[in-house]
């Protein structure tokens, strides 16, 4: 084995999106099909796989979802994942920009970890721009789910110029 060239399976990544339609939920699994094939990824945490007290918006046993309790949480679970991950994916929807993934790549930034990108889009990217600070912040940036599956995760190349207009 070629230490310096060879996939391995050993790079754990925090992936970030809104999770609140349809068409985001759908890019979720997308997103985790391509990084599953990926040989170059040992780990994906998606925060919404690990909910405080099982509390999500369809199903609340305890009674705790929305609570101060359960933001606390919610918000220290979420900060632990990214401070044990080596990189954040982040499915950044462009229609319904969500604050909290935007805070995620800024705490991933913060950290001086990777930020890959991916800018999606339901109806092109003729008329859509993107923050600046999201555009700073990204050290790759794609428009194709498909491209997790080939991205390299053990040596994380660069692609720092958004293909969008920026704002």
Known sequence: MDKRKDAVANTKLYLATPFFNPDQKRRVEEATKALNSNPTVGVVHFPFDFQYKDASFESDPKGV????????????????????????????????????????????????????????????????????????????????IQELATYDFNHFPTNPVPPIKVF
């Open 65 to 144: 979802f929305g609570s101060f309790e359960w933001q606390i949480a919610t918000y220290q679970n979420d900060l632990s994942a990214m401070n044990t991950a080596d990189a954040g994916v982040f499915l950044y929807d462009l229609e319904n920009v969500d604050d909290g993934t935007a805070f995620e790549v800024g705490f991933m930034r913060a950290m001086h970890k990777p930020a890959i990108v991916v800018l999606l889009s339901e109806n092109g990217f003729d008329d859509v721009e993107l923050n600046l600070m999201i555009a700073q912040g990204g050290t790759y940036f794609m428009t194709d």
